[in-house]
């Protein structure tokens, strides 16, 4: 009875502690106001990205080793870009809000790539994805770099 009672009290520690985070944004909250689409440039060690604010368009200049590590084009290209669900079955990946995303999708020169969104851990090995990873200050794109899970944090 007390290893139970233990439990339960950790287990109450630990998930009061998770609830104080401190979040950079208000977290999402079903049925609110989608936020305002991206809109500057957003820019980090790979490249960049220049948003107008359309929630649509987009242009890109990207260094050869994210081009190499994506596929998407290397310098400057315009295109469109999308926020996706992640794999949600039956259907696959749905568009949707930046604050929920899991993907974000490029359409650059006439063909797509779909990115993963999320923060590595600091030695590679695990990485964080999900609600509230993407801001309107920050698109974390994740990349498998010598088998290691790497961030290019592209920034306003």
Same mark, same amino acid.
């Given at each position: 009875?007390?290893?139970?009672?233990?439990?339960?009290?950790?287990?109450?520690?630990?998930?009061?502690?998770?609830?104080?985070?401190?979040?950079?944004?208000?977290?999402?909250?079903?049925?609110?106001?989608?936020?305002?689409?991206?809109?500057?440039?957003?820019?980090?060690?790979?490249?960049?990205?220049?948003?107008?604010?359309?929630?649509?368009?987009?242009?890109?200049?990207?260094?050869?080793?994210?081009?190499?590590?994506?596929?998407?084009?290397?310098?400057?290209?315009?295109?469109?870009?999308?926020?996706?669900?992640?794999?949600?079955?039956? /259907?696959?990946?749905?568009?949707?809000?930046?604050?929920?995303? /899991?993907?974000?999708?490029?359409?650059?020169?006439?063909?797509?790539?779909?990115?993963?969104?999320?923060?590595?851990?600091?030695?590679?090995?695990?990485?964080?994805?999900?609600?509230?990873?993407?801001?309107?200050?920050?698109?974390?794109?994740?990349?498998?770099?010598?088998?290691?899970?790497?961030?290019?944090?592209?920034?306003?």
């Amino acid at each position: 009875m007390k290893k139970l009672l233990m439990v339960i009290v950790t287990a109450l520690v630990l998930f009061s502690l998770i609830g104080c985070q401190k979040h950079e944004n208000k977290p999402y909250e079903p049925d609110s106001p989608a936020p305002d689409p991206h809109t500057g440039v957003f820019s980090c060690e790979y490249g960049r990205m220049e948003f107008n604010g359309d929630g649509k368009t987009v242009i890109c200049d990207f260094t050869e080793e994210l081009a190499r590590l994506t596929g998407l084009p290397q310098g400057k290209t315009e295109g469109t870009y999308v926020f996706l669900s992640g794999n949600l079955p039956p /259907h696959g990946s749905v568009d949707v809000r930046y604050d929920v995303a /899991h993907e974000l999708k490029l359409t650059l020169n006439g063909s797509s790539t779909v990115v993963e969104l999320g923060i590595a851990s600091s030695d590679g090995k695990t990485a964080m994805v999900g609600v509230g990873m993407v801001t309107d200050k920050r698109i974390p794109v994740l990349l498998r770099i010598d088998g290691k899970n790497v961030t290019a944090m592209f920034e306003k």
